[in-house]
């Protein structure tokens, strides 16, 4: 009886193994690489004592979509937090991630997806690509102005302050209600944060009257083929303090 030599043995189990892997190739899922918006201007501080300059603002990743690939836009998570403390903490637990696998944190501690007034907001929040955003949660000394009112815009160029020639995507709302905004207190339809609120969390040791708002920017892309999204990196927006002794 004839053996096979062993050099033939060999190539067989290279071939078997790389038809193998082939196989096992087509079923994996592809992803993309997204790129991350960008910072505009100056991150926002929450301690800042000049009720003009709690806005966050950014810039909008370029469209790189190319054969089944989509570009769809940039979504903005956040979070609420009635105490400094617990916000920063959670900060730096996010920070310390990878940035690719930052997104993926944001959704586990709970940051939800900025909503917009009305039932037909947008996914993602902001469709146009390589355009800077402004967004201020509340009002501030609208009586006075409307250069400081709550909304979200785009403009071709960085933006301190709402102005006419702005494209307007909406009037921010909360992710656990359309109708609910940020003006904390002021009414009705901008109801105090509540513990059982999915996009607060709260604390015993607080700051009365005083809420934070922390926030980041994700582009989000999409293979048409299979539906599957890619996320970039997500970055870290800033903070701000909305006080229920603002003046609206």
């Known amino acids: 009886m004839k053996t096979m030599p062993r050099k033939k043995n060999v190539r067989l189990v290279f071939l078997s193994c790389l038809c193998m892997f082939s196989v096992l190739s087509c079923g994996l899922e592809s992803s993309h690489y997204v790129d991350s918006p960008t910072l505009a201007g100056t991150t ?9 300059l709690q806005f966050f603002s950014f810039k909008t990743a370029f469209d790189t979509s190319s054969g089944s690939f989509s570009y769809l836009g940039t979504e903005v998570y ?66 006075n102005s409307q250069d400081y009112k709550a909304v979200v815009c785009t403009s071709g160029s960085p933006m301190t302050r709402y102005d006419g020639s702005t494209t307007v995507i909406g009037i921010p709302r909360r992710s656990v209600n359309s109708n609910y905004g940020f ?17 607060y969390y709260s604390s015993s040791a607080t700051s009365a ?33 909305i006080s229920t002794s603002d003046i609206f």
């Open 44 to 52: 926002p501080g929450y301690s800042s004592a000049d009720r003009a």
């Open 78 to 143: 956040y979070k609420i937090y009635n105490n400094v403390s617990a916000m920063e903490s959670r900060q730096t637990q996010i920070n310390s991630k990878a940035e690719s696998s930052r997104r993926d944190s944001l959704v586990n501690y709970g940051y939800k997806t900025l909503n917009l007034a009305g039932a037909a907001a947008p996914v993602p929040l902001i469709g146009a690509d390589g355009v800077y955003v402004y967004i201020r949660l509340s009002d501030y000394n609208t009586s």
């Open 183 to 199: 003006d904390f207190g002021r009414n009705s339809s901008n109801p105090i944060p509540i513990s059982s609120d999915a996009d």
């Open 209 to 241: 009257g005083t809420y934070y708002v922390d926030a980041y920017a994700v582009t989000v892309g999409e293979d048409t083929a299979d539906g599957s999204k890619s996320y970039s990196g997500a970055i870290h927006l800033g903070s701000i303090s």
